[in-house]
Structures are given as structure tokens and as C-alpha cells.
């Protein structure tokens, strides 16, 4: 026990959620905090404890009946309680009824009819603008994803700007400590989604949105509350996390030694890519739970009630599962990486977002088989737990037209 304890006072002393998070390599901190415990405690963001292990991970997130979900998702919490993001920030059973809501337009089957949309959308975006042989693929990688989750959602593509800067000023103000910032676009971002689910409920179609206000759940009609909330995490969860994983993706391919030609000669190969960066470079590095009993991790006792991080990016570079996890592989075993989470809230649009970072990837390629990056890339949290670069400055061989 006074080995434990030595280990976690240690370890405590090194975590500071900050500057990993703002690192551009938290990897070896990671492995050294994890070599000191695998179990942190960090006194950011209100306080939590931190699971570093790709086992210890992979255990709570299969847990929800102690590491639970229902009383916010994220550290700190950013969402408002009267309007709970399920299924995210739920707890079995109602997890999994609101969850099947959401699921029809995001299954595998349904991801062809989104292969056009995609595809169109990023050879507008470059022929706007990446003519000149210069252009910041930062910024291509922000538009996509916003545009897509509009469309399934059957928004306007005009609204998208709208939400997107709600969605950001919510994260900022939450990572920040802004409260104003946070809550004022909690609040437009609800305000928004509330009138949408009012005219819905009034005109149904057959959008996903509509299927969401008019929903079921047990029987009887979803509330207003918990319509808002799940359209609320759709539009959040389908644009943050999916930017940042395109953006990294596109960072690696134009870094890594080699990368680029093999994918430009075997664009076969860009799954590979896109799994290998997902679990690099998890564009979640943690997502949040709430103790619902006192327990303890590798000996480290945790009381009811405190927040615990369940750190994917750190798990997903645990060399007991990834050897040589530091090394960027397309060639390596992926399978079973944590970018998506684990268990019962397991991301409900993975194959949406990889669809997504796929196609982008073969279209920059083709359009720009030479780019290189052109300026210092800053990679660092932009917006609480995400991860990815700040911006993407490249330079290539203009088309000719
Ligand atoms: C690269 C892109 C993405 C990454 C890395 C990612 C990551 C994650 C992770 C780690 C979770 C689990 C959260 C937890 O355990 O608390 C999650 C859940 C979720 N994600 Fe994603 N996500 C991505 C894209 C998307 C997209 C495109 C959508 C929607 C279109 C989406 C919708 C959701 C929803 C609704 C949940 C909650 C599922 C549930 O609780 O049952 N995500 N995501």
C-alpha cells in the first residue's frame, strides 16, 4: 500500500492536464506517468483522476455501472443538465433507447449514399481554394465535416457556420474557464435546436432530425429535453472530433518519411492510414465519468462521486498492447485502438468519420500529389479534450486547368 501510495503521490505531482494536452508529444510524459501507476491524479479542470492504461481503460469504459456517464461526459462538464447529450451522457438502460434513435442514417450500410456529398464538397473546397499552390488544409478540414452532419441532420447547409461557432465557443469557454462564453453558446446552440424540434414536431419528414424530435423512447414520446440534447451531441460529436481527425491525418501524410508516395502509388492503402492516425493521435485524448461508488484502479483508492478521465490517446499508446507505439506503422495491427471509445457508448458515427477522413485523403492526393507542409505545425488541444493541429500551411505543384 505504501508503494501504491508513493506511486500515485509521484505521479500526482507530474500530471498537469494542460501541458500534455498542449504538447506536441505527450507520449513519452504518458508512458512515464503510466510506468509511475498508470493512474494519475490531476488537479485541472476541477479535479480528476486519470487512467492511462490501455487495460484500465478498456475496463471502465466497459463499466458503466461504477464509471458512469450521466452526469456529463466531458471535464468539465460543458453541457446543461436540464438538457443531458443522450446517449453520451446516459447510463444503461436509456443509453442504449435513445442511442437506437440516432443509429438508423449512421449504420455501415447507409455510408454510400454519403460518398458523393463527401467527394463533391472537397473538390469544391480545393478548386475555391487551392489553385495557386498554396492553401491551408486546416482550413478544408474544418469545412467538411460541419456540412456533412448538416446534411444527415436535414439542416441547412447555411446553418452550419451558426453552429460550429456555438460548438467551439462551448468547448473553449468550458476549456478555458470562461463560463460566459460557454453557457451563451450552450444556450444559442439549445436555443437553435429547441425551435427546430418545435417545427418538426409540427411538420415531420423524414430527416433525421424529425425521427429524433418525434422519437420513442419506452413507448412514449422522447421529450423536448432529451431531443435537444441527442441533436445537441450530434452536431457537436459529428464536427469536432471529425475535423481534428482529418487534419491530423492530412499532417502525417505530409510529414512522415514516404508516407505520402505510398498512398499516392497505392491509394488502397489510405484505410490503413486512417486507422494508423486515429490511433496515434486519438482526436479524443479523454472523455470523462463520474464514480458511482468508491473503488480503486491498480491498488489507487477513488471516492463515489470524483471525476476520472478515461485517457483513449494515452491507451492507444501503451506499448503492452502497441509495440513500438511512438512509431507511425500503416503496416501495424490497429485493431482494437480506443480513438472511438469502448463499450456501450462506443462511437455511433465511426464510420461516418472515417468515410470522411478517407475520402478527404484521396481527393488532397490527387489534387496535390506533391504538397508539402509549409510552416511550423502547432499540435495541441483546440478545444478542450481534442486534439489536432492548430493549422495546416501547405505548398504543392498547382493543377493545371
Ligand atoms: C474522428 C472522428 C470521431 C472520433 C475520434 C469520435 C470519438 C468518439 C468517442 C471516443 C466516443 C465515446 C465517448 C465516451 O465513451 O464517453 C464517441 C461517442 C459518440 N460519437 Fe463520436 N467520434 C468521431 C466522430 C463522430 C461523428 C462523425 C459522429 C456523428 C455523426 C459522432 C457521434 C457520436 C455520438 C452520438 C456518440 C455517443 C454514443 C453513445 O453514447 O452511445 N462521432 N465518439
New binding site residues.
Partial sequence: MTDVTDKIDAATVNLNYDDLNSSACPWPQYQELREAGGVVRSNDLGGFWGLLGYDQVKAA?ADPGRFS?AQG?TIPRMTDPRFPAV??EADPPE?GLY?KL?QGP?RPGKMAGYVDLITDLTRSWLRDHAGTGSADLKELAATI?PEV?AH?LGLDAADADDFVAWSHGMVEGAATDNPELKNSSVQSLLGYIIAKINHYRESPDETLFSAVANGEVNGEKITVGAAAGAVF??IV???E??I??IASLLHVIGTAPGLKQTLVENPDRIPDAVEEI?RYE???QF?GRTLTEDTAVNGCPMKQGESVA?M?GAANHDPARFPDPEKFDIDRDTSGHL???HG???????H??RLE?KIVAEEVLKWMPDYEVAAPVELRHNAASNRGPVSLQVRFTPPQS
Fill in positions: 469504459a456517464s461526459a446517449p453520451l443509453a442511442r440516432l449512421l465535416p452532419i444527415i451531441v450530434l460529436a459529428g464536427h472530433t471529425t481534428n481527425g486515429l486519438a482526436p479524443i472523455m478515461l483513449f480513438a472511438f471509445g456501450i457508448h462506443r462511437c455511433v458515427g465511426e461516418l468519420a477522413m
